[in-house]
């Protein structure tokens, strides 16, 4: 079993709509997780980082982690034909290096 | 803003080629990464290193070897590149010390014919 695992979707949504984007984790030692955003043909940036349990907020995009359940979650309102991208999570101990999920690729329609 | 370069946006080779991909950040972070992504299987790690002269093996290392002669410049060599190495290999950086994720360079497109 893969340490994080996500569905690689394609996912397409209409703009306006609220996205969910999710992955699940093995390793209960993680302590960090990760939302990272990759355009097509570039490298991946981050969006949104947590640390432990909890849920935490920028702008459009909130971000979540059940430690309890190993779920790992990115909501994203009123989406935006911008937002169209892959998404990857990642999820590290802290001294690791981060492993990744496969990556959610996500359309938003005009 | 970190900048994390890498020599080439797009490159095609021959089976049997040693084939140098540079990276370079400026941020003077302490660890460097290379990843390569492939449709299906994600970004996968292929070596890492913590430190100068320092290296360590990821998921993947066979078939690659890097080098980091400089805290900022770490190198990744495909000793003999087969057509299965043909992918997008990503670069990172991170500072250490607290601060756990990578800031990624733009990713070089590998070609092996």
């Known amino acids: 079993q893969k340490e994080v695992e996500q569905d690689p979707g394609p996912l397409s949504v209409p703009e306006g709509a609220i996205v969910s984007l999710n992955c699940t984790y093995s390793n209960s030692a993680f302590q960090y997780f990760m939302w990272y955003r990759q355009y097509s043909r570039k490298g991946p940036e981050l969006l949104m980082y947590?640390?432990?349990?909890g849920n935490k907020e920028d702008g459009r995009f909130t971000a979540q982690v059940d430690k309890s359940s190993k779920y790992i979650s990115l909501f994203i309102r009123d989406s935006q034909p911008s937002d169209s991208a892959t998404y990857l999570c990642?999820?590290?101990?802290?001294?690791?290096?981060?492993?990744f999920g496969k990556g959610t690729r996500l359309s938003v329609i005009a | 803003d970190v900048k994390v370069t890498q020599s080439s946006r797009y490159l095609v080779k021959r089976t049997g080629e040693k084939v140098f991909l540079e990276c370079v950040q400026d941020m003077d972070h302490e660890n460097m990464f290379w990843y390569r992504q492939d449709p299906g299987l994600g970004l996968r790690l292929i070596y890492f290193?913590?430190?100068?002269?320092?290296?360590e093996k990821g998921d993947i290392p066979e078939g690659y070897s890097v080098s980091r002669e400089k805290k900022e410049r770490f190198s990744l060599i495909l000793e003999s590149a087969s057509t299965n190495q043909t992918s997008m290999y990503l670069c990172?950086?991170?500072?250490?010390?607290?601060?756990?994720?990578?800031?990624f360079g733009p990713g070089t497109r590998l070609t092996v014919l």
């Open positions: 990642a999820s590290t101990r802290g001294n690791t290096p981060l492993v």
């Open positions: 290193s913590y430190d100068v002269k320092m290296k």
């Open positions: 947590t640390y432990s349990s």
């Open positions: 990172a950086s991170s500072p250490g010390q607290g601060t756990v994720w990578d800031f």
